[in-house]
């Protein structure tokens, strides 16, 4: 089996209009970042398990993306981060929500995996992942000026109750790896910080297993982008796992169909998904995603609006 390692950083792009040479530029240096942290453990020989979890974690270090360090703020201008992790050769699975303190949640998510529980939420969780010996950062770790100045402006809006004219990066965003070791087991990350102005408390599709994230070897693994809402209610990441299953449908076609049936209801986002023969499929039907693939060549290539992969 030849690894392959898929990521995105979030569906519902900037438009092309405000989006600089030297900001898009960054963007690509950061999915490639991430994509190189996940390849260097599946070129030892390592686990996807392992694999998505390293490259999730160099996405949520990257204060341009909604996961981590660049994750959004409540409307009560709190963190409020959903992380989960699931290795597709047991279904094991680790998820983690509404949390504010681990410096990397997908580690929190993944100290859970190992533990007897699935998921974990709010202050349970937090000193779950302190008693594991995650590493915690304190609350000014996670502030950027652009995601305070995003709540900001959408207070004020609906302030004015004027009407929602933001882009979908402005609104929301996640980060996310898949990936298919050697050894042909796949595995799936998920990490964000939400969506701009939520309301506290609120979870999305992120930490709920076959909505947001989902991995079997039997059909593939999946983590998900945009309006976790749409995702939940239609169990996005499971219904191409049982397309696959049940109708015997390849990959791309499978989760093409879940992204396009999301939109004709107004599901914005996207996915990406990778099978055990390590075929990868990257729909989406908002105006982009964030996203990368990377494989046995170790040449990452990167996307951001409805283009070809593009390597350095």
Request: glycine share 14%; aromatic share 4%; proline share 3%.
């Amino acid at each position: 089996m030849t690894p392959i390692l898929a990521i995105h950083g979030g569906a519902g792009t900037m438009r092309r209009d405000t989006m600089t040479p030297e900001l898009e530029a960054q963007f690509h240096e950061g999915l490639r970042v991430a994509l190189r942290a996940g390849h260097a453990i599946l070129a030892k020989g390592g686990s996807a398990l392992d694999a998505v979890t390293q490259a999730v974690m160099a996405l949520e270090d990257n204060p341009l993306f909604n996961a981590g360090h660049g994750a959004v703020y409540t409307t009560e201008g709190r963190h409020e981060m959903d992380a989960a992790v699931m290795d597709g050769l047991h279904r094991e699975a680790g998820a983690v929500a509404g949390i504010l303190g681990p410096r990397n949640p997908i580690l929190a998510a993944r100290a859970v995996l190992d533990s007897e529980h699935v998921m974990l939420q709010g202050s349970g969780a937090i000193e779950f992942a302190r008693a594991q010996g995650v590493a915690f950062a304190p609350a000014a770790h996670f502030h950027t000026d652009k995601r305070w100045n995003a709540l900001q402006a959408e207070l004020e809006r609906r302030r004015q109750t004027a009407a929602d004219t933001r882009d979908d990066d402005a609104k929301h965003g996640t980060v996310g790896a898949v990936a298919c070791d050697a050894g042909g087991t796949v595995a799936a990350a998920t990490s964000t910080g939400g969506m701009t102005g939520k309301a506290p408390g609120r979870i999305g599709d992120c930490p709920v297993f076959g909505a947001g994230t989902w991995a079997d070897n039997a059909t593939c693994a999946v983590s998900a982008t945009g309006h976790g809402e749409y995702f939940i209610r239609h169990a996005a990441a499971h219904e191409i796992a049982s397309r696959m299953r049940y109708l015997g449908e390849t990959l791309d076609v499978a989760s093409s169909h879940v992204v396009e049936e999301l939109a004709k209801i107004g599901g914005s986002g996207g996915l990406i998904a990778v099978d055990a023969q390590g075929h990868v499929s990257l729909p989406f039907n908002s105006s982009g995603m964030y996203r990368g693939v990377i494989g046995v060549d170790g040449e990452p290539r990167t996307a951001i609006y409805r283009e070809a992969l593009r390597g350095v």
